[in-house]
């Protein structure tokens, strides 16, 4: 089975720290990529990555970065946290683009910014 | 503008019974197709997927159908268990698309009823 794990379940941070969310598969997964879900709106692509130092920006990357270094571990960045960064964080791996595979997710990080 | 549409926010169903959750697409470029269902505080856990070369697939109490040409899928769950009782995600995707984005819906919510 695939295990994708997040760092955190929850998390309190304050506004203006930089903060670090983390999340590592254990699959060999080529394709990484974090979502977050909000009431109302689903679950909204941050940034993916296919693969080690690559990085591609999803439908709403404003205020996030990330960081590949290797293949397991992939990172997200809030710069300056700000309130409207309160949300629930989805980690998810894929094996790659080549087939028609599902994500796998992780359980998620329930941020607040205070 | 949303690609994936999951009109109704919210479906009650009597335990036992058919659930019918839909899905509305407007890329006609999609051509692979997966449901999601999601516990609260639990990462979504793939379901059911189908490609657009097949109208019908099913696992178990579970199938989905697939009309490309009203571009709409649908998830069958027969019969219906309170444990079904869950966030469903549909999501789409287009494998010849180097983006290769996921793209989700804003999730149907699923009440099973004793």
């Known amino acids: 089975d695939v295990k994708v794990t997040q760092s955190s379940r929850y998390l309190v941070k304050r506004t203006g720290e930089k903060v670090f969310l983390e999340c590592v598969q254990d699959?060999?997964?080529?394709?990484m990529f974090w979502y977050r879900q909000d009431p109302g709106l689903g679950l909204r692509l941050i940034y993916f990555?296919?693969?080690?130092?690559?990085?591609e920006k999803g439908d709403i990357p404003e205020g996030y970065s990330v960081s590949r270094e290797k293949k397991e571990r992939f990172s997200l960045i809030l710069e300056s946290a700000s309130t409207n960064q309160t949300s629930m964080y989805l980690c998810?791996?894929?094996?790659?683009?080549?087939?028609?595979?599902?994500?796998?997710f992780g359980d998620g990080t329930r941020l607040s910014i205070l | 503008d949303q690609q994936v549409k999951q009109n109704s926010p919210s479906l009650s169903v009597q335990e036992g019974r058919i659930s019918i959750l839909n899905c509305d697409y407007t890329?006609?470029?999609?051509?692979?197709f997966l449901w999601y269902k999601k516990y609260p505080a639990e990462g979504p856990t793939f379901l059911i997927s189908i490609s657009s070369i097949k109208d019908k697939n099913e696992d178990g109490r579970f199938t989905v159908f697939l009309n490309k040409s009203a571009k709409h899928l649908s998830l069958h769950i027969v019969p219906s268990q309170p444990g079904d009782s869950a966030v469903y995600f549909c999501?789409?995707?287009?494998?010849?698309?180097?983006?290769?984005?996921?793209?989700f819906g804003k999730g149907t919510r699923l009440h099973i009823l004793p």
């Open positions: 999501a789409a995707s287009d494998l010849l698309n180097r983006d290769d984005k996921i793209i």
């Open positions: 699959m060999d997964h080529e394709n």
């Open positions: 990555s296919y693969d080690v130092k690559m990085k």
């Open positions: 890329n006609s470029m999609f051509d692979y």
């Open positions: 998810a791996s894929r094996i790659s683009t080549v087939v028609n595979q599902p994500q796998h």
